[in-house]
């Protein structure tokens, strides 16, 4: 991905979610018990080893403790106790704001829109997987909940308040609903599910109910193995039908060498957590990662959490030059997503910059440099009344989009089991790229018109 600034989008050109790991979590720990919960006396002898329990999750046999930092070895030897890990946090990579946003209130209705939402015009990512021909079916994800696991959301976006029906902040100190800082989160749930409002955007899903779950922080951008864990097990305790996770670590994690036992239990412990959500019907569908790596062929790290098992992972897909030629092709890989065969389920619209060039285009209301409209457009923040739009690119922007067409597949199927639904979005991609599953595309390019159908 080139190194170019997205201009009036108030965000940068993302790359994916989270960055290189960080230290070791200051003071708590991820503890795995052998069986469902603490019992008493483990309780007894945790408080007694200085430390405070801060989260029970006994559905997955794992709490949260802070603690010293003589905890671990103090701690190691309470029976029925399988692990007790200092957790890491993650740091993810923020882009600064750039220009001035695009605000809802600035343009009237596109007029060679098929849709009355101001800015239709500018998601092509919609149109390379047909979601309009969903909703013509009559499919709008109506029925179903959507946990978005992310840094959060601006809740009070017009685009996002008439679908969000709650959430949960596991940062400490913030809470899901953001004010400021990162828009990451308010993108991703654009894409799955903003409403049709005739406002701004239109989410492939513009029916399904949201959860914004808040697992990296919007000030900083980090996040820790303890707040992905306790978020997928709220979600699913919420009534989630899909998780989607926008997040991953840059460059992977190690599989040997310094930290890399730490860091197994603490992989270990998620996923225990991502098993708890496929026992409760819960699809979780996560990016890449932005590395340009071939994951069949790279083992000495971990795309995380991509390449956890019961994760259906997705890459990125994009034109070049769309907003000069509308009939080029919108599913090349793009230039930074992870590939390879063994992790990729599925490729989705994530946008690249690779077209060159600084000439001027006009799409819809809309005039900005040629290959900015190669990105993903969607809802970015409020301020000062007024709700803005922007573009970013990345396997983060892929994964929505499988997301809201699995949203779709749960509202035609109320009560439908996770795995069938993997198995419909399987059965509608489209094979864009090599014969029968690749590298690049995995199972194919998910076809929203098509997966109504099943």
Known sequence: MKNRTILATGIGLALLGLGTMGSAHAGKYVVMTQGQGLNATQIERIQAAGGTITAQLPQIGVAIVQAGDAFAADAGAIPGLQSVTRDVELQWD????????????????????????????LQWGHAALDAAGAWNAGYRGAGATVAVLDSGAYCAHLDIAPNLIGGA???DGESYCNTSGSSHGTHVAGTILAADNAIGTIGVAPEAKLLAVKVLSSATGSGDFAGIIQGIVWAVDNGANVINMSLGVRGGLPRSGQGANELSE??????????YAGKNEVLVVASAGNDGRDLDHDNS?????????GVLTVSALAPEGWAIDAGVDLDVLASYSNYGQSTIHFGAPG??????????????????????FDAVFSTTSVSGGSHFYGWNAGTSMAAPHVSGVAALVYGKHPGIKASHVATILK???????????????????????????Y
Not at 94 to 119: C, L, Q, T, Y
Not at 266 to 275: F, G, P, S
Not at 352 to 371: A, H, I, K, M, S
């Open 94 to 121: 923020v882009p600064e704001s750039e220009g001035a946003p695009i605000s809802a209130d600035a343009f009237a209705n596109p007029p060679g829109s098929g849709d009355d939402d101001r800015f239709f015009d």
């Open 169 to 171: 902040s596991f940062v």
């Open 266 to 275: 603490l992989i270990n412990a998620t996923k225990r957590a991502m098993q």
């Open 301 to 309: 790290t971990m795309s995380f959490p991509g390449q956890l098992p």
């Open 351 to 372: 946008g690249d910059t690779r077209y060159p060039g600084n000439e001027l285009c006009t799409v819809g209301p809309v005039t900005q440099v040629c290959w900015i």
């Open 427 to 453: 059965q509608s991609a489209d094979d864009v790229g090599k014969p029968g599953k690749d590298d690049s595309a995995g199972f194919g390019r998910v076809n929203a018109a098509q997966a109504v159908t």
